[in-house]
């Protein structure tokens, strides 16, 4: 799985780095045919804003989420993906 992290009005450090990485080792363990993640970091005023684009066999998987701080935003994202993923694994096993 390739990692594309993108930050937008925002620097990404490496601690913010080895955190995203870290989040979406736990994707892979649910569905490892993730081939491609797009991730853009944002900040407008005071809103945190994490989106993610995955490239998965069969389709693409698209969620943002927003808070106030940015390790939360992509907490939440990881939660909202995790769920799409599943979704999308047991689509896949039924056809």
Not at 25 to 31: G, I, P, Q, Y
């Amino acid at each position: 799985m390739q990692i594309n992290l993108t930050g937008r009005h925002l620097d990404i450090t490496d601690a913010l780095r080895d955190f995203v990485n870290e989040k979406f080792a736990k994707l892979e363990r649910h569905f490892d045919h993730i081939n491609n993640v797009y991730v853009t970091l944002s900040v407008e005023k005071v809103r945190q804003i994490a989106e993610a684009t995955l490239h998965v066999n069969g389709g693409e998987i698209f969620a943002n989420s927003e808070s106030e701080d940015m390790y939360a935003a992509i907490d939440l994202l990881i939660d909202k993906l995790d769920r799409q993923v599943i979704k999308h694994k047991e689509k896949m096993t039924r056809h």
